[in-house]
């Protein structure tokens, strides 16, 4: 789930569409914070959710840095010196397919499900290995279309968790 609130103090009364993230996001509250306020534009940075600066972006201009992409837009009335915005990103607790082509954070392999799950039409419950397991690679069921490339990229990865296909 995605979010984003102006502060109640704000000055200006802009805001921020076009909200979308990509694969490297982490849960958490990021702030956008106007940095050098202008008509009709502006400088802002976004702070990740450490507190630290992650990008300088311009006031009507695509802005994209830690998994995250927006514009933010100016409004009627001009955004003043420290005017901020929170955007608060969690988790669904759902998992979905690998497959290293898509973009929505599903490229990387967070673990393997365990035992046959089929959440094709809805969503359904399941047991997952995210850390620590020697798993068979024979015994995994892959997406349509599966590489042996594809195979390896997904074995480097999920040995950084502890978990070793053979």
Do not use: H
Not at 18 to 36: F, N
Not at 98 to 109: E, R, V
Not at 136 to 144: N, R
């Amino acid at each position: 789930m995605l979010t984003s609130i102006a502060d109640t103090g704000n000055t200006g009364d802009g805001t921020v569409t076009a909200l979308s993230t990509s694969t490297k996001l982490k849960k958490g509250t990021y702030e956008i914070k106007i940095i050098e306020p202008a008509p009709d534009g502006g400088l802002f940075q976004l702070l990740n959710t450490r507190g630290k600066v992650a990008g300088v972006g311009t006031v009507g201009q695509a802005f994209e840095a830690e998994g995250l992409s927006f514009t933010l837009q100016d409004g009627t009335t001009d955004f003043a010196l420290n005017d901020r915005f929170t955007i608060t990103v969690e988790s669904t607790g759902k998992m979905i397919e690998w497959n290293p082509s898509n973009t929505d954070g599903s490229d990387t392999p967070v673990g393997i499900l365990f035992d046959v799950t089929d959440a094709t039409d809805q969503d359904s419950p399941g047991v997952m290995i995210s850390r620590e397991a020697n798993v068979t690679t024979e015994d995994l069921t892959f997406f349509d279309g599966v590489t042996a490339d594809d195979i390896q990229v997904a074995r480097e990865q999920l040995a950084l968790k502890g978990i070793k296909l053979s």
